[in-house]
Structure formats: structure tokens, C-alpha cells
């Protein structure tokens, strides 16, 4: 498989879909965990990085904190398949290093995964980022001031009528329910105002 | 509405509140450092002013206020009687306000307090900023907030911060309210409890401490934790070390931990004979629990928290756990290990010449409280015959009377057969005998733990029994044992709040001062001198019960006084 290939799906010799997965093109190494949904949603949700099980299987937020993403949505009967949802980070984050031995390869790394992301912006309608990490990257200040909130970033197309940051759902896993809830609540109730 | 760029006018308002008209007043103070929020200090800085209507009554208008002078205070409060104070954080406001003008307790909103008893276990942040957010979907910067504390002057900038947080805090009550009818449901737990509860803290009188006790206690602790720790041989802070000991006592240990570990690997290797190993792991507690207290309750804290007279100012909350239970901060003086080192509680001594301590406790409270939600024939006829629970559960077991309690606290709150055997170190055989019994002997109480599961889970939220909702979150491994021990404790809260609150009213109505300078989860604790003795123990046992009935009609909530020369009056 060539470098930075599309992901496909073939048909094994026992009649299975197998899923080809790309392999990272900066670090050579890792598989990449690459979005699902559809393409032409006008929804996108995204995050951070892939977890362990994730990467182990391939697919984005199939963890716990995927499964309270998954039915909080579902409470305004937003289905998982009718949204794109991936990470900034298609597998597991480059380490930074240190200040004074800076990994050479971090920064590569991160505009490449990052462009990836932002080809994921093209066409649509309203985009949630989950995280203090990712809400970072795109110039958003701290994140427990936005969660819930309409935001903006230089590197969403203005075209995008709703961006919204919240924070990880994987707080409501170890911590309390309410932002998470409140959050996605304010997500549904902003689709629904634009008839999305 | 936006509050950016929110217009004011400098000085007094340019007409009285009407009655019952949202107000709200927010107050800057400058040069205050955090953690002495609650004592006075720092010097005024300025009052911003919001009102609910226009200058004509009739829209909703911005209609703003910046008051500069500490003499305007007065007259100020004077043209806004009538009207309905709002504060975001009424106790830190009103109690520095006070130092520059009389307020008589008052009804208020409290949008800080509101929010705490409407979201309790949902939200844990109750700031401003946060609170604007999530009403408004808007975002305040409180950035500027720390500028107060660096200069002596105000700038635009700062006028223009101080309005925006009062026209906020207007607009978040005004959005509270509208929420709170909508749903239809009573706030009586804020209008009985939370706000005086407010009030009351306010007038807390100071505990009093024995310095030179404290810093000999503190020596103490110091070297007898570095004692035991020598001849142990090891760092009893290090992990790695402590596991590698044990393991070389023939002691094995999944963590090191020693509430949750090594306290039941004791108990358990007492129970089976093993006295030398059950010793061994004593020792590596004691070390551990004297080094704490040494490094926790020393010179530093003496030095950080104790004023003039030995006097020591807690930072009592209404709200400060999922609970709802009071908090305390600056010292925390809820979190003193008594029950550990128990001889911490003779130290808190009286401030009065010849004066005693009273420390009243309520009887079985927590289970007073199952047995009413739960109406359990035979734990109500029990509680009622004044039975020793707590040893009947210990029986059941064949432990302690003091694990008795903790079971029967554990067990309350859906403790399973396995969490009960770990924590206490019997087999795993013994602890489902144990509650098979139990829920024979209470079968009411399993039945309403049932149900509050189920409603736990439809609605997301409990409830205690002045109907404070207390929320669940079900992606909490934890949320079964939650929407059983939140009502019993809220309750339980409520109660000693209420408790808190009654002895502040009468205190207030028989124009004594007011002498409680601890609540420590079901105990209050007053510092009373010669003279008021009497008085003070009919009080603290009579409100106590009273607040019993308010909160669980019905259930006999006895209180028992006990008297002495400190804290430790009661072991």
C-alpha cells in the first residue's frame, strides 16, 4: 500500500470486510484511525486523539467516552451515522519532546494531521470540537470558559454556521454530567434552529 | 441582552427600587488576597448597581450604577429597600459591605447559592463567568478581576468590568427565576435553609485554639511518626518501599493505600489470629497518620490561620459538596482528624473566661433518615425502641460496634457483599450472610433503594425530603450507590443546616450572640460563657429537634448535649 492512500475496504478470503488502513505518511509507522460518517454529512465532531481501543480497532470513539458522545446525541435523535467523527490527531499524538530536545518530526507531524482535519471542514454546516486540546490548536482560549458556546476560529471557513467547543465527553466518565450534557444539548438545539 | 459595553452613571440611583424589583449589587475591593476573602481586609473599592426595570418602570432598559464613595452606601441601600437584592456570592458581598454600613439580615438572591441548591452533583463550578455561560450562552472574561488586588484607583477599564459583573449577575437571577418557573418546583430548601443558612455563618463566632498544645501536639507528631518510621526501617510515604516491606513481612498488598487497603488488611489479619502481622501494619499507619498530622496541623497552619487570642476564622459555605453538606475552608476545620487523633478535639477550647463548650450530636441521624424514606416497619420500630443498631449490625457480622456503624451507613447507601468485605477484611461468605439477614430483617429499606434507582436513572436526579434536587450522572460507575446515599445524606444536610439555621433565629429572637463556631457534618458545636449554659444546651437540644420535624416529619430526631472544657466533650 503506497503512502497517504485513500482507506478502502476489501472482501477477505472468508467473505469479510476487511479494513485496509492507511499508514501515517510523516512518521511512517502508525496506522492511522480515520474518520467515519458520512462525507457529505453537514455535521462534523471531533476531537483529540484516538484512545487504545480505537487505534486497536480502527474506528474513532468506539470507547467510553465515545459511548456517552454517541447517546447524548441520540437524547435529540442524532444517529452516529448521520455525523463525520474523527480526532486532529489520526493516531496516537506525536510526542513534543522537551524543551531543549524537541521532537523534529512533532510539528511535521501535526500541520500534516491537521491539514487532514481541516479538508474535513470543506462543505460542512455546523462543526463541534471536543477538548481543551484541540479547542488550543485552533486559537480558542481555555476551554471551560467556552464550553457550550458558539466560537470561532481563523482556520474554520466562515461558511460554517455553527462552531461550537465543548468539553471532552470523557469528563462525564470520571467527573459530573452537566457540561457535557449541556453542551450537547446546545449543539442539538443549534442544528435544529438551522434546520440542519 | 449583551453586557458588553453596559452604560452607568456614576453616584446614587436616579430613583428607588420598586418593591419586590430585581437589584443586583456586585463589590469590588481592592488590595484583598485570596484565601482571606472571608476576613475582613483590603478597602473599598466600588458598588456596582443593576436594576431589573428602566428608569421609567417599564422596560428593561439598562439602568446601571457605579457607586465610588463609601458614603453614598447608606443612602443607597436606603433607595433600594423595597427592592429584591440580588448578589452573585451574597456572603463574601454583604459581610465586607458590613464593615461600612448596617445590613439586617434580609431576603436575597443569591444567584450563587440558587444555582449550587438547583444543580447539586451536576455542575461543580459556580462562578460568574460560568454561571453566564450557561444561561446566557455568553462568555465573560474575569481577567480583570485580579487587577482589584494590584492597584488603589479605578480605572475605566475597572468601572467598566465592575458594571458588567452586576448587570450579569441581573440578568443570570433574571434567567434563574424564569427556569424556576417554568419547572414548577419549589425552592423552599433555598428560602427555608440555604439563605438564612447564609446569614447564619455570617455571625459565627470564632473558634478558639491552645496554641502552645498545638505546637506541642505537632512535636509530638513529628517525632513519633519519625520514630515508628526508623523502626520500621523505611519511608512509609514510599509506595515501592511499604510494598516491599510488607512483602518481606509475608504481608501482601494490592496498593498501599491506607483507607482502603491497608485499614482492612489489619482488621482482617486481627480477625484471623495474625496479632504480629496485624502489628506490623499498625505501625506503618501510625507512622503514616502521625507524619500527616505533623506536616498538615503544625507551626505553618498555626502560623497561616490562628489570630489574636488563639482565635481561628473558618470559611464556612452553605453549599459545599454534592451533598449539599456545609464546607469549610481557610482553614478547614470540618476536616480536623478527630476521629483518627482524637485529642485534637481538646484543643479547641473556650474563648470566654470560665466558659464551656457544648457539642451537640443527633442521634442515628442517618439512619433516623432511611427509616423515614424508606418506612421500614422494623427499623422505625427499632429506632423507635432506641435499640443499639449499630451493635446489632457489628453482631450480625461479628465485628466491632464501630464497624456496626459504618456498615450500617455502608449498607444504607447500596454497599455491595464485596465492597463490605473489603472494607472491613471478613470473607466475602461472611458479608453476603450478613446482608442476606439484613435485608431480611429490612425489607422496606432494600425496596426504596430499588426504587431510587430506577427514578435515579429516568430523571437524572434525587431528591431529599425538602425537595432539593440532588443529581445523578448515569456514566458514573458509582451512580446506583449515589441515588441511594444522596437523598440520606442531603437530608441528612438539610437537617443539621436547618439545625445551624433554628439556633441562629433564636439566638436572634433572644438577643444572645450568637455562639457557634463549628458545624462539623452532624455536630454543632457552640463556645458559650458562664451564664448562657443552660440556655445554650435547652437551645442547641430544642431547635434540634425542630428541625428534625421540618425536615422528616414524624421521625423522632433526638439530640444529645454534651458539655465540657473543649471540643473533646464528646469523644
Request: charged share 25%.
Amino acid at each position: 500500500m503506497s503512502l497517504g492512500e485513500p482507506r478502502r475496504d476489501s472482501i477477505g478470503p472468508s467473505g469479510l470486510h476487511i479494513l485496509i488502513r492507511r499508514i501515517c505518511p510523516i512518521c511512517d509507522a502508525r496506522k492511522l484511525v480515520e474518520p467515519t460518517g458520512p462525507v457529505d454529512s453537514p455535521i462534523l465532531v471531533f476531537g483529540w486523539a484516538p484512545g487504545k481501543k480505537e487505534i486497536a480497532k480502527g474506528i474513532p470513539w468506539i470507547g467510553p467516552a465515545g459511548m456517552v458522545l454517541e447517546s447524548e446525541l441520540l437524547r435529540h435523535g442524532i444517529q452516529r451515522n448521520s455525523y463525520r467523527l474523527t480526532n486532529l490527531w489520526l493516531h496516537e499524538p506525536a510526542e513534543i519532546g522537551t524543551k531543549r530536545n524537541l521532537n523534529p518530526l512533532y510539528q511535521k507531524e501535526l500541520d500534516w494531521h491537521f491539514s487532514e482535519l481541516k479538508n474535513e471542514f470543506v462543505g460542512k454546516r455546523a462543526i463541534l470540537i471536543m477538548g481543551a486540546e484541540p479547542t488550543h490548536i485552533l486559537g480558542i482560549s481555555n476551554i471551560s470558559s467556552v464550553t457550550g458556546t458558539s466560537v470561532k476560529s481563523q482556520f474554520i471557513p466562515s461558511s460554517v454556521d455553527v462552531v461550537m467547543a465543548m468539553v471532552n465527553p470523557a469528563q462525564a466518565l470520571h467527573d459530573l454530567l452537566g457540561e457535557v450534557r449541556l453542551a450537547l444539548d446546545n449543539f442539538a438545539l443549534a442544528l435544529h434552529e438551522r434546520g440542519i | 441582552m449583551s453586557t458588553e459595553n453596559v452604560s452607568y452613571v456614576k453616584g446614587l440611583p436616579l430613583r428607588d427600587a420598586y418593591e419586590g424589583e430585581l437589584v443586583a449589587l456586585d463589590l469590588e475591593m481592592f488590595s484583598q488576597s485570596e484565601g482571606r476573602l472571608h476576613r475582613p481586609h483590603g478597602t473599598f473599592a466600588c458598588l456596582s448597581v443593576s436594576f431589573e426595570r428602566g428608569l421609567d418602570g417599564t422596560d428593561l432598559a439598562q439602568h446601571n450604577y457605579l457607586i465610588e464613595e463609601v458614603h453614598d452606601l447608606r443612602e443607597l441601600l436606603h433607595r433600594i429597600r423595597l427592592g429584591k437584592w440580588v448578589f452573585h456570592n451574597a456572603g463574601y458581598d454583604i459581610r465586607q459591605l458590613r464593615r461600612f454600613v448596617d445590613i439586617p439580615q434580609r431576603s436575597v438572591w443569591d444567584t450563587m447559592l440558587i444555582e449550587a441548591g438547583l444543580f447539586s452533583g451536576w455542575y461543580d463550578s459556580y462562578g460568574l463567568a460560568d454561571l453566564y455561560r450557561r444561561w446566557t450562552g455568553n462568555v465573560i472574561s474575569k481577567e480583570l478581576q485580579s487587577e482589584f488586588g494590584k492597584v488603589s484607583t479605578l480605572s475605566d477599564q475597572l468601572r467598566a468590568y465592575a458594571i458588567r459583573d452586576s448587570r450579569s449577575t441581573l440578568e443570570i437571577a433574571v434567567a434563574q427565576n424564569a427556569y424556576i418557573s417554568s419547572q414548577g418546583f419549589s425552592i423552599k430548601h433555598y428560602s427555608l435553609i440555604d439563605e438564612p443558612c447564609m446569614w447564619a455563618i455570617m455571625d459565627m463566632s470564632p473558634a478558639r485554639i491552645d496554641v502552645d498544645g498545638w505546637l506541642k501536639l505537632a512535636e509530638f507528631h513529628e517525632a513519633e511518626g519519625l520514630r515508628i518510621q526508623e523502626e520500621l526501617g523505611f519511608n512509609v510515604y514510599s509506595h515501592t518501599q511499604t510494598k516491599a516491606a510488607l512483602k518481606s513481612a509475608g504481608i501482601i498488598v494490592r496498593s498501599t493505600n491506607r483507607k482502603d487497603v491497608l485499614g482492612p488488611t489489619t482488621r482482617k489479619l486481627r480477625a484471623e489470629g495474625k496479632n504480629t502481622g496485624a502489628d506490623y501494619l499498625q505501625k506503618v499507619i501510625d507512622a503514616r497518620v502521625f507524619r500527616k498530622a505533623a506536616s498538615t496541623y503544625g507551626k505553618e497552619w498555626v502560623d497561616q490561620h490562628v489570630e489574636e487570642g488563639g482565635l481561628v476564622y473558618g470559611d464556612f459555605w452553605t453549599i459545599g459538596a454534592r451533598s449539599s453538606r456545609m464546607a469549610c475552608s481557610n482553614p478547614n476545620l470540618q476536616n480536623i482528624p478527630t476521629r483518627e487523633l482524637p485529642i485534637f478535639r481538646k484543643l479547641f477550647i473556650s474563648r470566654f473566661d470560665k466558659g464551656v463548650i457544648h457539642v451537640a450530636d443527633c442521634w442515628q441521624q442517618e439512619v433516623c433518615i432511611l427509616a423515614w424514606f424508606s418506612e421500614d416497619k422494623n427499623l422505625v420500630a427499632a429506632l423507635r425502641e432506641r435499640r443499639d443498631l449499630h451493635q446489632e449490625t457489628a453482631d450480625d457480622f461479628r465485628l466491632s460496634r464501630r464497624d456496626g456503624k459504618d456498615i450500617n451507613l455502608g449498607l444504607g447507601y447500596g454497599m455491595s457483599a464485596q465492597g463490605l468485605a473489603k472494607r472491613t477484611g471478613i470473607s466475602l461468605n461472611e458479608a453476603e450472610a450478613g446482608i442476606t439477614l439484613r435485608k431480611q430483617r429490612y425489607p422496606d429499606v432494600m425496596a426504596w433503594g430499588d426504587r431510587q434507582r430506577k427514578n435515579a436513572f429516568a430523571q437524572d436526579f434525587v431528591e431529599t425530603s425538602t425537595g432539593r434536587r440532588l443529581w445523578i450522572n448515569r456514566y458514573d460507575r458509582q451512580w446506583e450507590r449515589h441515588a441511594i446515599n444522596l437523598p440520606i445524606q442531603g437530608t441528612a444536610a438539610d437537617h443539621t443546616k436547618l439545625w445551624f439555621v433554628l439556633c441562629h433565629q433564636f439566638s436572634r429572637s433572644e438577643r444572645i450572640p450568637f455562639r457557634i463556631p463549628l458545624v462539623v457534618h452532624d455536630e454543632l458545636v457552640a463556645d458559650v460563657p458562664l451564664g448562657e449554659n443552660e440556655q445554650w444546651k435547652g437551645l442547641l437540644a430544642s431547635t434540634g429537634a425542630l428541625s428534625g420535624k421540618e425536615v422528616v416529619p414524624g421521625m423522632d430526631m433526638s439530640i444529645g448535649v454534651q458539655v465540657g472544657e473543649s471540643w473533646g466533650a464528646k469523644t
